[in-house]
């Protein structure tokens, strides 16, 4: 791992009794803005400035002229801020909560992969390193992934990484023959398909929404297709009154307040655990907040030659995708 950072004090500072107002407190003196993920606890996406999924979370760290950005999501989410913001702070409550889907793609063995298929040009979803971003032509997120590959040259050889779930559904969405790299999301291939369909026989009139990281036996069933930003506003306009939600559950906290009167259910995992809340997305509390934006610290750090090489394709993704 290339990024370091500064571990508060965690041990020695005493929380405030109200953390909500000591956190709108910091910011306001700091000069920060906090972007949070659709996937964190409820208590943090309610103190968030700006809550999005990761097109819409890049988008605003783009074009924040806040000093400090304090990022509750994952880590290469907040690397991705770091890269359009080199002289801003960027925090991190849990410097751990990292991904597995971009843990499934090293870089050396990407470096490999990339060498064997030298006229490709590489596509790399958001969910990946800051090395693989610099390894990358174009990024692309969820809600973009279609659009991007449309907009390229229909005899444009191409590699996917690192999702292959993803890259399959750009590949059914376009007809486009990807080179797939096959990584995968943990949360995301835990849905089961049979529990999925002994719930829908329970509640007959519900739709099935999934997000395209899902695998293609989950996905197969779904009425609607999307990123969690499109998810949610799907259930918004659509007239069904309830909804089996295959994605993260985070998701319907938001939902659930945007829709007061619909009914929303967790697609279940294969096994009785709660392995479809991502450990890492759930490593972020209030508190961590809090302390991060007290202590300014775990902080994002570059190298920067790998900062400059992964803008371009953010930048690229970012001019795409309006
Ligand atoms: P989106 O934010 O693009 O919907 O992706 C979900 C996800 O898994 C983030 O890690
Ligand atoms: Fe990564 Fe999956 Fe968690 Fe998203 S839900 S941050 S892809 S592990």
């Known amino acids: 791992m290339f990024t370091t950072a500064l571990q508060p004090q965690t041990q020695t500072t005493k929380l405030p009794h109200d953390l909500i107002e000591a956190i709108q407190a910091l910011k306001q003196e700091m000069n920060a803005v906090i972007l949070a993920h659709y996937y964190q606890d409820p208590d943090i996406q309610d103190v968030a400035d700006y809550l999005g999924d990761s097109l819409g979370l890049s988008q605003q760290a783009a074009s924040t002229d806040a000093d400090v950005i304090v990022f509750a999501g994952v880590h290469f989410m907040a690397e991705t801020a770091k890269i359009l913001n080199p002289d801003k702070l960027v925090l991190l409550p849990d410097l751990d909560a990292g991904c597995s889907l971009a843990d499934s793609c090293p870089p050396d063995a990407f470096a490999a992969f990339k060498a064997a298929h030298p006229h490709h040009l590489v596509i790399s979803y958001i969910n990946c390193t800051a090395e693989i971003k610099a390894m990358s032509d174009i990024i692309c997120t969820s809600s973009n992934a279609v659009q991007i590959v449309r907009q390229l040259p229909q005899d444009q050889p191409i590699i996917f990484a690192p999702d292959r779930n993803l890259g399959r ?3 059914a969405q376009t007809g486009r023959d990807l080179v ?19 719930l829908k026989i329970q509640h007959p009139t519900a739709e099935i929404i999934a997000h395209p990281e899902c695998e293609p036996a989950i996905l197969r069933h779904a009425n609607y297709i999307g990123s969690t930003t499109a998810l949610l506003k799907y259930c918004q306009q659509s007239t069904s009154q309830s909804f089996i939600v295959a994605t993260e559950p985070g998701i319907i906290h938001q939902m659930q307040k945007q829709a007061t009167d619909k009914q929303f259910i967790p697609a279940p995992p294969t096994n009785s655990c709660n392995c479809n809340e991502c450990p890492y997305m759930r490593l972020n509390t209030l508190e961590k907040l809090y302390l991060a934006m007290k202590h300014r610290a775990p902080e994002i750090i570059l190298p920067e030659a790998t900062r400059i090489a992964a803008l371009q ?3 690229r993704m970012l001019a795409m995708s309006v």
Request: glycine share 4%; charged share 15%; aromatic share 12%.
């Open 313 to 315: 394709p953010i930048q």
């Open 180 to 198: 797939l790299w096959q990584g995968s999301c943990i949360v995301h291939e835990t849905f089961s398909e049979r529990k999925m369909i002994q």
């Open 169 to 171: 559904y750009v590949m």
